[in-house]
Structures are given as C-alpha cells and as structure tokens.
C-alpha cells in the first residue's frame, strides 16, 4: 500500500532545503559551479567510485581477408579519494582500478583488454601555484612508468575539466550553453581508446536545483555527439559516441555527486579492410561521497 506524505512532513522536508539553499547566494543572480585552480578544503574528503561500460559489443572486420566476428562487453571501475591537505595542499589516491568482461572472438572465449595503472594504492600530493597543478608521489621516488603516470595525470588535471565543462560565470535554472570536450578523461569515459581522443558537440541545460545527499544541487541535463578528429582516423579506424546523461552537481563544494551517461557508439577498426564495423551501448556512472571534520 502506498500512503501519501503528510502535509507536515512536507513542509519539514521543505523547510530544510529552503534553510540549505539560504546559505547560498541568490539563485537568482546565478551559482558558480566550477572554479579554476580550486583546492579541496583542509579536513574535506571527497570518495568518488567511477564506472564505465560498454555493452553488446558487436564488431566484424577483415584483414588479409579473414573475417573476424566479435562479441562482448567490458567494464572499468575506478575509485578515487581526495583529501584537503591546507595550506594549498591535495593528497590524491587512486584506491581502485579494475578491468571486468569477456570478450569472443570467433568462438573464442577471452578477458578485455586490462587497464593497468601504475599508480594505484599511491598516494600523490598535488598543490596549484602559479596558476598550475604539480603532482608528485607522497614517499619515495617514482619509477619511469610511474613518472609517465604523474606526467598524464597532471596533464588531465591542468585541463580544468569542470571549468571546461560548466564555465566559470554564474548559471542558472533555465541556462543552456556549449562545452568544450577537454573536460573528458578516463574518470569518464573509462580506458576505452580512442574515446580518450574524441572531440565534438557538448550541450549542457540547468534545469533545477535539488537535493542530494543532503546538499542543494544543479541538476544538469547534458548531450554529446562526439567523434575521432579526421587526423588519427586512419590510425584508429572511426570512431562516433552519441548519448545524454544527468549530473548532479553539489552547489557548495564544487564537486559532482552524482551522474549517469549513456550513449550508442560506432565506428570502423583500423587496418580493416572494406571497412568492417564496431557498434556497443556505453554507460557511464559516477558517484561521490563527501565527508568533512567537525
């Protein structure tokens, strides 16, 4: 039996979001969602647990006219903990990375690709100066695939990926606007190459403030269609990933709670030959745990 919520309860409910939101600045005038060089608070700890996915995957190429005919699918899962340091100071750990999946190749049974990454389980220490991210391992010396690690890692963090993706002016409820594609990253879109390199149109809409996890959110409707620049196709073959997705984005600590993209991808392999074709269903999930000392 389902039974209605009490007009008490509502208006408790209500009274505690509209206190929440109160701490906030007018939504009217806008909310500031990203913020260049922003450095995690001293004692607040962000969890984040990242998956993306591809499904019915189904693939059929020709080379040295044999034909290859594959099925299957592939999961990454990627969890990650920030922790504010002060005085400008971030410790970032990759805490988890997997591989999961089957792939059949004529018949033939086999496991993905794995994403190694040779920083897991070690803790960096990153600091933004001079309008600049620096990483470097916590203890001891990195090793040379290590130091290529940090140097990529470093690389993706410069990008300024929320303020690629949300701007840094004021949004509101009812704003629509454009994203440049450099906010995307393995976070998202897993190790999936060549979505890494895909480029294209990014559409984003405010369309509510919410609650989530306790704290008001922006609650974004965002659309893609994105595709391998004409330059790496004939070395990767083609490559298409169209899809939409909801994110929620905490409105007081600048960090996405929660999201979920999905999306249909196709594309061509490389060296194949008349062609062939890849087609899958991609998914991406995504959600943050926030923890702050008292």
Same mark, same amino acid.
């Given at each position: 039996m389902i039974r209605a919520v009490s007009p008490a309860i509502r208006a408790v409910a209500g009274s505690v979001?509209?206190?929440?939101?109160?701490?906030?600045?007018?939504?009217?005038d806008g909310q500031i969602l990203a913020v260049k060089g922003e450095v995690l608070k001293e004692g607040t700890t962000?969890?984040?647990?990242?998956?993306?996915?591809?499904?019915?995957v189904s693939a059929k190429m020709s080379v040295d006219g044999k034909i290859t005919e594959m099925t299957g699918n592939r999961k990454d899962t990627r969890t990650t903990r920030w922790e504010g340091l002060g005085q400008g100071k971030v410790r970032r750990t990759l805490t988890e990375a997997k591989t999961e999946g089957e792939i059949v190749a004529n018949g033939e049974k086999m496991p993905p690709p794995e994403a190694r990454d040779s920083l897991v389980s070690v803790p960096l220490i990153g600091s933004y100066t001079d309008g600049k991210w620096t990483f470097k391992l916590e203890k001891g010396e990195a090793n040379p695939v290590q130091q290529m690690s940090i140097g990529k890692f470093t690389e993706s963090r410069s990008k300024e990926s929320a303020v690629a993706l949300y701007g840094d002016v004021p949004r509101k409820p009812g704003d629509k606007w454009e994203a440049a594609s450099d906010f995307l990253s393995d976070?998202?879109?897993g190790k999936f190459t060549p979505l890494d390199e895909l480029q294209g149109k990014i559409s984003l809409e405010?369309?509510?403030?919410?609650? /989530?996890? *306790? #704290? &008001?959110?922006?609650?974004?409707?965002?659309?893609?269609?994105?595709?391998?620049?004409?330059?790496?196709?004939?070395?990767q073959g083609s490559a298409n990933l169209k899809g939409?997705?909801?994110?929620?984005?905490?409105?007081?600590?600048h960090v996405d709670l929660s999201w979920q993209l999905n999306g249909d /991808?196709? *594309? #061509? &392999?490389?060296?194949?030959?008349?062609?062939?074709?890849?087609?899958?269903k991609f998914s991406a999930t995504s959600k943050t745990t926030v923890t702050k000392k008292k």
């Open positions: 979001f509209l206190s929440l939101v109160a701490t906030l600045p007018a939504l009217a962000f969890v984040t647990e990242a998956v993306a996915a591809m499904d019915k976070e998202i879109l405010f369309q509510e403030v919410k609650p /989530f996890q *306790g #704290t &008001p959110c922006a609650v974004l409707k965002v659309t893609f269609d994105l595709s391998l620049p004409k330059d790496t196709e004939s070395a939409s997705g909801t994110i929620y984005r905490s409105l007081a600590d /991808f196709k *594309g #061509t &392999p490389p060296e194949s030959e008349g062609g062939g074709q890849v087609t899958a």
